[in-house]
């Protein structure tokens, strides 16, 4: 999954960069636009000027993942998640590497743009705490089966 994430996003970014020019809004249908901007900051343009801090919460956050992944890796959901996850941080972690900045293309009205990455990186969060709650409620129940 990880592998699939990664080479989606990057093929689509890519598209994006040759067919739309930066700052350029084309619309697909009312309220779905595509655009090609940059985003320096993490979530919602957050920490747009702290480079080496954003930097080091993704590798925080990345390292926290895969303990996590290592310690319960026979849970629900576990390794399509952590796939997800991996594979969207990726994406974003080549894109700042490569061009200083994540490159985000989906824009909703009253909503940041956002790319795939970022949207593999949502669905991993749900399904992690999904994951989590099931084994809760199984482990809360008695289960055998949750252990």
């Known amino acids: ?36 901007v940059r985003n320096k900051g993490v979530a919602f343009g957050a920490l747009a000027d702290g480079g080496a801090v954003v930097a080091a919460l993704t590798a925080v956050a990345l390292v926290v993942l895969i303990v996590y992944f290592a310690l319960h890796s026979g849970g629900s959901w576990t390794w399509l998640a952590t796939g997800l ?22 824009d909703f009205p ?6 795939l990455a970022d949207a593999a990186i949502t669905c991993g969060v749900l399904l992690l705490v999904l994951g989590l709650d099931r084994d809760r409620r199984h482990d809360a129940r008695g289960d055998p089966s949750a252990a």
């Open 1 to 36: 999954m990880l592998l699939a994430v990664l080479a989606l996003d990057q093929l689509v970014k890519a598209i994006v960069m040759a067919t739309i020019q930066r700052g350029a809004r084309i619309e697909l249908v009312f309220g779905l636009d595509l655009v090609h």
């Open 110 to 115: 009253l909503w940041p743009a956002f790319n």
């Open 85 to 106: 996850l991996l594979g969207g941080a990726a994406g974003n972690l080549l894109d700042r590497a490569r061009h200083g900045a994540v490159i985000d293309f989906v």
